[in-house]
């Protein structure tokens, strides 16, 4: 684990900010997954949408 890392950085500040204790030997586990959301948000952020897409209807029962 390496201080100078960022989202190890995050962790611990997300951890503080949400009064969660995360275990030293928990947080390499925490970084990976954290890496997967991270890695599969850029993806979904940068999928090209054409100007003229519409939003979908909201139905409400």
């Not at 611990?12 to 947080?27: P, T, Y």
């Not at 890695?39 to 090209?48: I, M, S, T």
């Amino acid at each position: 684990m390496t201080s100078s890392d960022p989202l190890y950085d995050y962790i611990d500040a997300v951890s503080r900010a949400l009064g969660l204790r995360i275990e030293d030997a928990w947080k390499p586990a925490v970084r990976a997954n954290l890496e997967v959301s991270l890695r599969l948000a850029r993806q979904f952020d940068e999928f090209p949408l054409p100007d003229e897409i519409e939003p979908a209807s909201v139905y409400r029962v």
